[in-house]
């Protein structure tokens, strides 16, 4: 039952029978980012946007579709997150609220 | 749109202002307390995985959410692959008692309402696959276990529905428990579990509304639909209250499905908040719960009710009851009837990708 570690969400390798898997994003309105709402089964990436459109956008939660073959995606590992996260911890003069600035002092 | 967020957001407020409450009456979380199966395994190895598990523990304690690359208990996972793949299948099978009424909804309004519900759960059922999926079972698994009988549904989805009101009576009933033993779920430590309880939870509201229109109709209108409400009423009250499971004391995976806060309320904190909710609803219906034991309480400010049958949930559950059968003859036809659709989609995506490649060469 172990997940297999290439796929980004711990999925299964897709097996020979299986529709493939497909990531959906979706765009919620125009001037939004395509956000992850989840994944789904399609035969090819046409069905992937069909099923996309019923199963995540039946409410009008959306005005555009991405579908992202999951085996094409690249994650980092979580075991990684240290090394990869960590080092911005203590650089907090990367935010304006680290500056002291006098009251006397507009517009900045 | 807006307005149905709003109604989602009253519902919110009402159940999570409840769940802020008991708290204090939950039992706490242990934290290195697992007895730990050690047979067959290496002492270092044994070590480490109590390191592990103390690790992911604390992180649950925390209350961050679990993600599927993290690592996680054998028994974790066994769990939340029972749990959600059984809450699939339930939403699955749940489309068929509501689907026989699609054909003879009594407008067209009722029947594009009814649709979209049914449409709903096929949903539901989808986001709770793929979740399940995350945990590293295959869709064609799941499926598999469903058809085959192996896997195990809500049993309340094996009783009939022989008129217009148990439409009624589901939306409001079924799906009023459901809510009650969802929303919690969204806060549950596995985060794929949690988001899919998210969008499912808001799509629910609507499933319960609608069903408490229909008894509101019925109950307004000539004594003979009041009496159709009423005979609803009796047939899905008792099954409605088993869909939280067997009494706390009889409970067998509880203990560690709380400590891993997967599941946060006991089965009769839940059943007992159901019946406050539901009987003022009963009572502005005008029809009658049917319990004679059933009354308000004052000291402890909730109602009593009469014992559960539970020999009929066990009866259901061990494939006894009235549609067990029915129920996954459909569900094997559908697929067997839908083999050649598959066939003929994956024939075609074969198809394009080769005279793309030959297009490329």
């Known amino acids: ?32 980012d395509h956000k992850h709402v989840g994944s789904l089964h399609a035969a090819d990436a046409r069905m992937a946007i069909e099923h996309a459109r019923d199963l995540y956008t039946r409410r009008q939660e959306g005005v555009s579709i991405w579908a992202v073959r999951s085996v094409d995606i690249v994650a980092s590992d979580p075991q990684d997150a240290e090394s990869l996260f960590e080092p911005a911890r203590d650089k907090i003069y990367r935010h304006p609220t680290f500056y002291q600035i006098p009251d006397e002092v507009k517009t900045l | 749109m807006t307005q149905e967020k709003l109604k989602w957001t009253d519902l919110c407020v009402t159940i999570v202002d409840w769940l802020a409450t008991p708290t204090a009456r939950r039992p706490g979380g242990c934290m290195y307390t697992q007895a730990l199966d ?6 270092a190895a044994a070590a480490d995985e109590t390191a592990l598990e103390a690790r992911f523990q604390a992180r649950v304690d925390l209350e961050e959410k679990i993600e ?17 793949s059984q809450h699939a299948h339930s939403e699955i099978v749940g489309m068929l008692p509501e689907g026989n009424w699609i054909t003879r909804a009594p407008t067209l309004l009722r029947k594009s309402i009814l649709i979209a519900k049914v449409q709903d759960e096929g949903g539901h059922g989808a986001y709770l696959y793929s979740a399940a999926e995350t945990l590293g079972v295959s869709r064609d698994q799941l499926i598999d276990q469903l058809l085959t009988g192996k896997a195990k549904y809500s049993s309340i989805f094996n009783y009939p529905t022989p008129t217009w009101a148990d439409v009624g009576a589901i939306g409001w009933l079924v799906d009023g428990a459901a809510i009650m033993n969802q929303i919690p779920l969204c806060r549950c430590s596995y985060g794929p579990y949690a988001r899919a309880m998210v969008r499912i939870c808001r799509e629910e509201s609507f499933h319960q509304r609608q069903g408490y229109d229909i008894m509101l109709k019925l109950c307004r209108g000539t004594p003979e639909q009041k009496r159709m409400a009423q005979e609803a009423l009796d047939r899905w009250w008792w099954p409605a209250l088993m869909m939280f499971g067997p009494p706390d004391a009889a409970s067998t995976h509880s203990t560690d499905s709380q400590r891993w806060k997967i599941k946060r309320f006991s089965n009769d904190e839940l059943r007992q908040k159901f019946v406050d909710f539901t009987v003022p609803q009963a009572r502005f219906l005008g029809i009658t719960v049917p319990d004679p034991e059933l009354r308000w309480n004052e000291a402890r400010k909730c109602h009593e009710f009469g014992a559960i049958d539970w020999n009929e949930f066990e009866r259901v559950l061990r494939g006894n009851g009235p549609c067990n059968v029915e129920r996954l003859a459909a569900r094997r036809r559908a697929h067997a009837d839908g083999a050649w659709v598959r066939a003929a989609a994956s024939a075609y995506a074969a198809k394009q990708r080769q005279r793309a490649a030959s297009a490329a060469a």
């Open chain 2, 68 to 84: 599927p690359k993290d690592w996680m208990p054998a028994k974790y996972r066994a769990t939340l692959i029972r749990q959600i």
């Open chain 2, 38 to 43: 050690t047979e067959g395994k290496e002492p």
């Open chain 1, 1 to 32: 039952m172990e997940p297999d570690s290439k796929h980004p969400d711990g999925k299964r390798p897709e097996s020979e029978h299986e529709w493939p898997l497909f990531e959906i994003f979706i765009r919620a309105r125009g001037g939004l």
